[in-house]
C-alpha cells in the first residue's frame, strides 16, 4: 500500500512541475500559432495577427512564429510591423531564408505601393476636377435655355 502512495505522490509531484514548466507555455504558443496558420488559411488576418501576436508573446524567441506574424501584418499593410517582425525572427535564426524573403518582398511592397497610392489620389483630384467643370456648363446651360 505505500508503495501506491509513493507512486500517486510521484506522479502527483510530476504534474505540478510539467504544469508550471516553460514546456506548458510552448504548448500554448504552439496552439495559438496554429490557430494563427488556420486563420491565416481562411484569409482572416486580423483574427490571424492577434493569435500569432499571442504566440510571440509567450515564445518570444520562437523565429517561425515572428515570421509569421510578418505575415499577417503584410497581408494587413501594415508594412512597418511587418518588417519588424521578420528582422526580429532574422536576429532569432540567422539563416532563416523564408523570413529574409518576406522582409524584401515588403520592403519592395512599401516601395510600390507609395508612389501608386500618391498616383490614384493626383488621378482622382484631377477627374473631379474635370467633372466639376462640366457639371458646371452643363447647370449654366440649362440655366440659359430657361430663361429664353
Known amino acids: 500500500m505505500w508503495i501506491f502512495k509513493v507512486f500517486m505522490l510521484c506522479g502527483i509531484s510530476i504534474a505540478i512541475v510539467l504544469s508550471i514548466s ?9 496552439m495559438y500559432y496554429s490557430l494563427g496558420q488556420k486563420y491565416m488559411e481562411d484569409g482572416n488576418f486580423d483574427m490571424a495577427s492577434l493569435s500569432l501576436k499571442k504566440a510571440v508573446e509567450l515564445s518570444p524567441d520562437w523565429a517561425e512564429a515572428h515570421n509569421a506574424l510578418g505575415m499577417a501584418y503584410f497581408q ?18 540567422p539563416y532563416y531564408t523564408e523570413a529574409k524573403i518576406n522582409r524584401n518582398r515588403t520592403k519592395n511592397a512599401v516601395e510600390r505601393y507609395t508612389p501608386v497610392k500618391t498616383a ?15 457639371a458646371v456648363i452643363v447647370v449654366t446651360s440649362i440655366l440659359i435655355a430657361k430663361r429664353m
Open 22 to 30: 516553460p514546456f506548458s507555455f510552448a504548448q500554448s504558443a504552439g
Open 76 to 93: 494587413l499593410f501594415k508594412f512597418d510591423n511587418a518588417i519588424a517582425q521578420f528582422d526580429k525572427a532574422i536576429e532569432l535564426k
Open 120 to 134: 490614384k489620389i493626383k488621378l482622382w483630384s484631377k477627374i473631379a476636377i474635370v467633372i466639376s467643370a462640366i
